[in-house]
Every structure is written in C-alpha cells, then in structure tokens.
C-alpha cells in the first residue's frame, strides 16, 4: 500500500554531516582525507592545540627550502596561510636550506630573552637529501646548543632512495646520525601526524633535534587520518634520570658542557623516549 502524498517535504531523522575540503585543517578532531604533505602543514596546528591544552601559549615556525619530495611544502602552507595564523605558525621560506636551518637555531633562544611573547617556539625545517648534507655545520651546533624546553625541532629530511626525481640517488640517515640527530622512519600518512608530535616532544625532553624521513612513496600519497589532539600519548622515561639544569639550551653555556650532555645523557634520553613510547618495533 503506497503512503499518501500530502505535498510536505520529508527531512531526513538525522542531519547530514557536511564535508569540506578545508575539513583537513578546520576540523578540531576526527578523520580527513588529505596527502602527505597536507599532513604535515596541518602537524603544528595540532601541536599548538594541544600545548593550549597543558596551559602553554607556544608559537610555531616553519622554514625551509623546496626540492623533491618536499617540493609542495611551501605551495600547501601558502595556501594554509590563514588557518596557519589562527593557530600561531609562521610559514617563512628560507633563501637556502642552511640559512632556513639557523633561522630554526633562533627560534630555540626565544626564551634566553626576557619578555617573551610565548612560553616557546616549537620549528620545523624541511629539505630534500642534498639539502640536508650542506646543513651540517648548523645541525651539529644548533643540536649540540639543544632544542628549547617548550620548542623543539623537527628536521624533515625528503629522501629519495631510488633518485626518481632527483639528480642522485640519496638518504639523510647517515649525516643526521653524524649530526646525533635521532631519525624517526614513518610509514604512513598517519604516522607523519603521530611521529611529528612525538619527534617535538622529544626535542623537548632531549634537547636534541629531532628528523623525520620523508619519501615520495608516503609525502605524494593521500588518507584519511585521525587528528585528534589526543590520539598521541606522550608518556615520559620513568628509567632516565636527567642530569641538573636538564638538556635543553640555556646561556650562558660552554663548549664542553654542551659536549658532556650530548654525549653523556642526550642520546641515552631519546633511546629511554623510544623504549618508553615504544616508537622502535618491527611490524
């Protein structure tokens, strides 16, 4: 039997949810298509939510230089801009990869000066392999002088292994180890978020800069990823005890004090990070 038709317009029980492209940067939290690189822009806007969330007003900072697989980075944070603003990062692209770098090394002394505006700046440099080997001399000085308590550094090293667009084939791991960068290898979208939060928060604890791998088979692809600020739960090393006056940067410092905490507690605190996290493991 056919229901009568009365001429009113039928709603439906429940309203349907709306999509937006925009949604990837707009959404406070749950799941979003976006790439890889979208995913990496959208990084330090969950950062500054969830440092609002512990009671800190921190800022962000993004440099760099382009080149394959990051090439799009500066095009997609320029697009961003306005979302990038509301949440306090600053997109600023860097002449070459190692002036971008030092840029990076300032924002770690924000909190040397008195009357900051924030309680810390928290950066992220990006930059294809060859890129990475001429910043050696300032990735070995700025991690030896240490990442700021509420900053920290994330080193986006774009490696293309099987030199697809680029004019050698080329991988950062062993000038970053070189640098005593630790590296963190993600293998999805997904862990660009989950491994970027964790890669600041142990530039924190650890005082060192801390890269991320970025090849083109993960930064080119797209998914839908879970951004809820609270995915990622940080726990800190309960089996590390860190020295007096911990291991981030302060001044006055020497030469061979930073010496001593490199090379007597700072790795040694991001190995206790990693177990403690359980961020090394085979799947």
């Known amino acids: 039997m056919n229901a009568p038709v009365t001429g009113e317009r039928l709603e439906p029980s429940q309203p349907q949810d709306r999509i ?16 890889g690189t979208q995913a990496l822009i959208r990084l330090p806007m969950l950062q500054r939510e ?9 800022a962000g900072y993004i440099t760099g230089y382009r080149g ?42 924000t909190n040397l000066f008195k009357d900051a505006k924030y309680d810390g700046v928290f950066a992220m440099w990006y930059g294809k392999g060859p890129g990475v080997d001429r910043c050696g001399d300032v990735f070995k000085h700025a991690n ?11 080193v986006l090293a774009g490696d293309d292994h099987a030199a697809k667009s680029s004019s050698t084939a080329h991988q950062s791991d062993h000038i970053l180890n070189a640098c ?6 993600p293998a999805s979208v997904q862990e660009y978020i989950d491994y970027g939060l964790h890669g600041w928060a142990m530039s924190r604890y650890t005082g060192l800069w801390v890269s991320m791998k970025c090849v083109t088979d993960i930064i080119e692809s797209g998914a839908a990823v879970d951004f ?15 020295p007096p006056g911990g291991l981030n940067i302060r001044w006055p410092d020497t030469v061979l004090d930073m010496e001593v905490r490199m090379n007597s507690f ?3 605190a991001a190995l206790a990070y990693v177990r403690e996290n359980k961020l090394n493991k085979i799947i």
């Not at 969830?50 to 921190?58: C, E, P, Q, S």
């Not at 002088?145 to 550094?153: E, T």
């Open 266 to 268: 700072k790795w040694y």
């Open 68 to 109: 394959s697989p990051v090439t799009s980075v500066d095009m997609t944070a320029l697009k961003a801009k306005k979302y990038l603003d509301q949440h306090h990062v600053k997109f600023h692209p860097g002449l070459n990869e190692d002036l971008a770098a030092t840029a990076v090394w300032g924002t770690q002394q």
């Open 228 to 242: 809820d600020p609270e995915r990622v739960r940080i726990a800190t090393p309960d089996d590390f005890e860190l």
């Open 20 to 35: 937006s492209l925009n949604d990837k940067y707009t959404l406070e939290r749950g799941r979003a298509f976006m790439t």
């Open 180 to 185: 005593g960068i630790p590296v963190l290898y």
């Open 50 to 58: 969830r440092d609002l969330k512990a009671g800190l007003n921190t």
């Open 144 to 154: 030896s002088a240490g990442s700021a308590r509420h900053g920290g550094v994330l």
